[in-house]
C-alpha cells in the first residue's frame, strides 16, 4: 500500500489550498479514505473520511462548512479541498486508509496558514 500527499504549502488566512492523495498498492474502491493532520506538539486528529463509494462523507466538527473531501475512485485518488484557511489549521495533514485491518499512512504535507 502507497499512499502520496501533494499540494500543501503556505497559504493566508482566508484563503484555501487543495490537496492531493493518490493510493495505490490495494483496492482503492473498496476502501473508505480519511485525512488526519497534526500540529506541533500535538496529537494526529482526524480531519475527514470518505466512503469507498464517495456518497457518505464526514468531518471533524472544525472544520465543516470548510473543507470538502472528493475521491476520484478511476484515478485511485482522494482529494481534501480546504477554503477558508485559518492559523489553527496549521499542520501536517496526511492521508490513511485501512484496507487490510492495519492502519496505512502516507509521508505527510505541510499546510501553513499565517495570519
Known amino acids: 500500500v502507497q499512499l502520496v500527499e501533494s499540494g500543501g504549502g503556505l497559504v493566508q488566512a482566508g484563503g484555501s489550498l487543495r490537496l492531493s492523495c493518490a493510493a495505490s498498492?490495494?483496492?482503492?474502491?473498496?476502501?473508505?479514505m480519511n485525512w488526519y493532520r497534526q500540529a506541533l506538539g500535538k496529537e494526529r486528529e482526524w480531519v475527514a473520511t470518505?466512503?469507498?463509494?464517495?456518497?457518505?462523507?464526514n468531518y471533524v466538527d472544525s472544520v465543516k462548512g470548510r473543507f470538502t473531501i472528493s475521491r476520484d475512485n478511476a484515478k485511485a485518488t482522494v482529494a481534501l479541498q480546504m477554503n477558508s484557511l485559518t492559523p489553527e489549521d496549521t499542520a501536517v495533514y496526511y492521508c490513511?486508509?485501512?484496507?487490510?485491518?492495519?492502519?496505512?499512512w502516507g509521508q505527510g504535507t505541510q499546510v501553513t496558514v499565517s495570519s
Open positions: 498498492g490495494f483496492t482503492f474502491s473498496s476502501s473508505a
Open positions: 490513511n486508509t485501512r484496507p487490510y485491518a492495519r492502519n496505512y
Open positions: 470518505s466512503s469507498s463509494a464517495g456518497g457518505s462523507t
